[in-house]
């Protein structure tokens, strides 16, 4: 059967010309003449794919795209914005709506046909893909300088060495320090996306703030800007960017902070498993274990949480590992030794230490917190770990 096209153009001549273009390719086509008429049409007729004007005298393009973004039933339908606007910042405004493509008019009818095919290729190919919700993992520090944020981003990045595709997203608005350890500069990802209403959010939107690291891991960063812990209430629009980082692949792994926060509970009630960071010290003990008494009063039972211990002091003043797990009531995910070398070292050149010193003794520690926590993911197929 006949990929179906839905062109919302209100100039005529161009409905005309180019619905002409794609049935001569075989194409099925359907038209409106504005963008009200064109979300009526979207609805009714669920095209394969839509070839839409910006410049339309009721609604607009990039108003018509966050309508169909938001609109669960065709928020999946492939959009190429067709404009006579050329403009950077015109495109980048189209892909922030949620546009997949961007093509200016006038164009070559072989132009328009070859991102035709193409957009529909990657649709097509998207819908063959697993549509398993993707597992989760939050860290969650005891409280804050316990290094939680290096040790998910290491912990991810041993996930993905074991064919796990790994989403890694930083959920500490004006806290961030991932892009700070990366050399990553002006990070605004998470700020972009918490800033935006609801109906903003969408799968391509969220696409368009994911930093892509050389090390193959994906990223979503916070910034390090003190105002931006105000974003800490914009709840619901935290979910709405885990629910999309679920559908972009098959691990999300969330660095929720330290303590109890206004976004820890709405984070973790979802979660798959939470590794909680404690140093084997005192007072940290009693934080630990009022925290986690704080979960289980909100629905979060310990068993769903592993326990991740930063040795740092030296063994004198150290609680023993045994007790620390008994009094707690968790399973232990793994012990990290002291590495300050190294983990300076790491953090002057922006790259992960279990990259900079793949043999070390904390990179096996790594290692194995990664293989305790593969046990709650989903096996990879045909995969073996690097």
Not at 63 to 89: Q, S, W, Y
Not at 105 to 133: C, D, G, I, N
Not at 305 to 315: D, K, P, V
Not at 322 to 350: F, K, N, R
Request: with cysteine; charged share 20%; net charge negative.
């Amino acid at each position: 059967m006949a990929e179906k096209v839905l062109i919302i153009d209100d100039d005529i001549d161009t409905l005309k010309l180019v619905g002409l273009m794609l049935e001569r390719q075989g194409y099925q086509i359907a038209v409106a003449s504005n963008g009200a008429l064109g979300l009526t049409k979207a609805s009714s007729e669920k095209p394969d794919l839509i070839l839409l004007d910006v410049m339309m005298p009721d609604l607009d393009g990039y108003e018509v795209t966050r309508r169909l973004r938001a609109d669960h039933t065709l928020a999946r339908i492939p959009i190429i914005m067709f404009t006579a606007k050329t403009m950077v910042d015109d495109k980048v405004s189209g892909f922030e709506a949620g546009v997949d493509d961007y093509l200016t008019k006038p164009t070559h009818p072989a132009e328009l046909t070859a991102h035709v095919k193409a957009v529909l290729a990657r649709t097509a190919q998207a819908r063959t893909e697993p549509s398993e919700k993707a597992r989760s993992i939050a860290f969650l520090g005891a409280r804050g300088g316990l290094g939680t944020t290096t040790l998910a981003l290491n912990v991810s990045i041993a996930l993905q060495h074991r064919g796990h595709d790994v989403l890694l997203a930083e959920m500490t608005p004006g806290q961030g320090t991932l892009a700070l350890d990366l050399n990553i500069h002006e990070p605004t990802g998470l700020t972009h996306l918490l800033t935006r209403s609801l109906k903003d959010i969408h799968l391509r939107s969220v696409d368009t703030q994911i930093f892509n690291h050389k090390t193959g891991l994906r990223l979503l960063l916070s910034g390090s800007r003190p105002r931006d812990t105000e974003l800490e209430q914009a709840i619901p629009q935290m979910e709405a960017i885990v629910n999309n980082l679920a559908a972009m692949c098959t691990t999300v792994v969330l660095d929720i902070g330290s303590g109890f926060r206004p976004q820890t509970h709405p984070l973790l009630i979802h979660c798959d498993r939470i590794i909680l960071v404690v140093e084997p010290i005192y007072p940290t003990n009693l934080i630990s274990q009022a925290l986690l008494e704080e979960l289980e009063t909100r629905g979060i039972a310990r068993h769903r949480i592993s326990l991740a211990l930063i040795t740092r002091e030296r063994t004198s003043l150290q609680i023993p590992w045994q007790q620390v797990s008994t009094d707690l009531g968790l399973e232990l995910a793994g012990i990290i030794s002291p590495a300050p070398e190294q983990a300076h070292q790491a953090s002057q050149t922006g790259t992960p230490l279990i990259v900079l010193h793949p043999a070390g003794l904390v990179s096996d520690q790594i290692h194995k917190m990664a293989d305790h926590i593969a046990t709650f993911l989903p096996p990879i197929q045909g995969r073996t770990h690097l």
